[in-house]
């Protein structure tokens, strides 16, 4: 069984930082690709970073050069640094990962967390 929990949602102010973390924890065999989606009241859910297994990241155009995304293969985590947060990054913060579990250690499957919310304060 695979549980992803997210965590550091909260109450920010406009322009403030906020630091999320997700973990990975189970009968894991190996985590691909690590993202961070959100979805704000009766949007859909946007891809907002994502970050592969080597490090390389990407961002959406939106939260390039405020957001960053780093992970820690060893502890199966990953996390989201807000800096400069704005009205419209209010939202319910969820992580996925696309990850193998025994005996099917070739095949990935994404799974995701219950989410974090996130509220911003102008």
């Known amino acids: 069984q695979v549980q992803l929990v997210e965590s550091g949602g909260g109450l920010v102010q406009f322009g403030g930082s906020l630091r999320l973390s997700c973990a990975a924890s189970g009968n894991i065999f190996s985590i691909n690709a690590m993202r961070w989606y959100r979805q704000a009241p009766g949007k859909q859910r946007d891809l907002v970073a994502a970050i592969t297994s080597d490090g390389s990241t990407n961002y959406a155009t939106s939260v390039k050069g405020r957001f960053t995304i780093s992970r820690d293969n060893a502890k199966n985590t990953v996390s989201l640094q807000m800096t400069s947060l704005r009205p419209e990054g209010a939202a319910v913060y969820y992580c996925?990962?696309?990850?193998?579990?025994?005996?099917?250690?070739?095949?990935?499957?994404?799974?995701w967390g219950q989410g974090t919310q996130v509220t911003v304060s102008s």
């Open positions: 996925s990962a696309d990850l193998s579990v025994p005996p099917l250690t070739h095949r990935l499957y994404s799974d």
